[in-house]
């Protein structure tokens, strides 16, 4: 995938837990551990406007693009 998700680098800079983040976010752990591993397919801009709000950081910190090698 050429969307790299960033979370676990921000939440470890933050030193805020899974748990916590998802209690602050309104979602469930199981979806933000999808987010955080990369599994996910989407994400709601509400949502990403939640984690950007709960971890004081840009969605840019989050996303990262990397060109798909051939």
Not at 3 to 16: H, P, S, Y
Not at 39 to 52: D, G, P
Request: glycine share 4%.
């Amino acid at each position: 995938m050429a969307i790299v998700i960033r979370l676990d680098r921000v939440m470890a800079d933050r030193k805020i837990s899974l748990k916590d983040l998802a209690d602050e976010v309104g979602i469930t752990n199981v979806n933000l551990s999808k987010l955080k591993t990369g599994k996910a397919v989407a994400i709601r801009f509400s949502t990403l406007e939640a984690i950007c709000r709960a971890l004081d950081c840009q969605p840019g910190d989050l996303l990262e693009y990397q060109p798909e090698e051939n």
